[in-house]
């Protein structure tokens, strides 16, 4: 006979550390272009959330809130809405 045994619960999801840009804070807006990625000072984006709808940084938009849960845990968020599909230069900016 086998020894059965007891599944352990996995890790919690917020007990991993945090990514490194959380020591600089939250941005007052998640950049939806270069220009603004310059005004909050950033070289770069961690992660860019690209969708189809209209952006608006408030609880009740679904990117707005995965953009924020995701800086909460210290990503770079970036946020693309609406691109031409047609034209790559509408992500290149």
């Not at 270069?34 to 209209?54: F, H, K, P």
Request: hydrophobic residues 45%; contains cysteine; charged residues 15%.
């Amino acid at each position: 006979m086998s020894a059965i045994s007891i599944p352990t619960a996995g890790t919690a999801l917020y007990s991993y550390p945090k990514y490194w840009a959380e020591c600089y804070g939250t941005a007052p807006f998640l950049p939806m272009s270069r220009a603004e990625m310059d005004a909050l000072g950033w070289d770069s984006c961690d992660i860019i959330l690209v969708t189809g709808d209209a952006y608006v940084d408030q609880p009740s938009f679904g990117m707005a809130i995965i953009g924020r849960l995701l800086e909460a845990q210290g990503f770079r968020v970036g946020i693309i809405a609406q691109p031409d599909w047609h034209d790559k230069a509408a992500i290149m900016a």
